[in-house]
């Protein structure tokens, strides 16, 4: 069974530094791997998506890589800003078995303070 | 863009009502999924649907049942609403295409109370 996992869970830093998110998943038999922002008390909202062909996508400040032999994606925020706050969760969708039911990660908590 | 809408954002209703959830996606998804989020649970699976009038259970079905007559609307259902209810409630649908460059999409989210 597929497991997800983020780390760290929580993350507070000050403005103007570059972070980096990770997520790192067991089974590397993924048609795709995507973040997305969660703002409190609203959904969720898609970041980068990168197919399994791909090693990186970028989106403005945002950067997400993919190692999909060693289970492993990041995700790079330069020059972070308040903005930034909120929870960044990763999901994978399987490619195996015929099933669409994608596993996410618990979550990083992002907190940057001006 | 790709839009998913749930119908409500808050919703208090009281226990032992029958309590709809409703998710409209606009992008021609086969799948749609509903979700419920609760602090340190993480995103559960409740319902899944590959297509209309098709439904798989998720990972917490018990006290839910979903409808979906057509391609575009997913349901959710609270056939008798109880206070362990009480979550946010999150609709997503997705291609079953894997050359997609959409994943998942989410609407908004319902938080749902129930007294």
């Known amino acids: 069974k597929q497991e997800v996992t983020q780390i760290p869970a929580a993350l507070s830093v000050p403005e103007g530094e570059n972070l980096v998110l990770n997520c790192s998943f067991t089974?590397?038999?993924?048609?795709?791997l995507q973040w997305f922002r969660q703002d409190p008390g609203k959904g969720l909202t898609s970041l980068l998506l990168i197919q399994s062909s791909q090693r990186e996508q970028t989106s403005g400040r945002l950067n997400a890589s993919l190692d999909k032999s060693s289970g492993r994606s990041t995700l790079y925020i330069a020059a972070s800003q308040p903005g930034d706050s909120a929870t960044y969760l990763c999901?994978?969708?399987?490619?195996?078995?015929?099933?669409?039911?994608?596993?996410f990660g618990r979550g990083t908590s992002l907190i940057v303070h001006p | 863009d790709v839009k998913v809408t749930q119908s409500s954002r808050y919703l208090v209703k009281r226990t032992g009502e029958k309590v709809f959830l409703e998710c409209v996606q606009d992008?021609?998804?086969?799948?749609m999924f509903w979700y419920r989020q609760d602090p340190g649970l993480g995103l559960r699976l409740i319902y899944f649907?590959?297509?209309?009038?098709?439904?798989e259970k998720g990972d917490i079905p018990e006290g839910y049942s979903v409808s979906r007559e057509k391609k575009e609307r997913f349901s959710l259902i609270l056939e008798s609403a109880s206070t362990n209810q009480t979550s946010m409630y999150l609709c997503a649908s997705s291609s079953r295409g894997i050359t997609s460059n959409y994943g998942y999409t989410f609407g908004s989210g319902t938080r749902l109370t129930v007294v």
């Open positions: 992008m021609d998804h086969e799948n």
């Open positions: 999901a994978v969708r399987p490619a195996s078995g015929g099933s669409y039911i994608p596993t």
């Open positions: 649907s590959y297509d209309v009038k098709m439904k």
């Open positions: 089974d590397s038999a993924i048609y795709n």
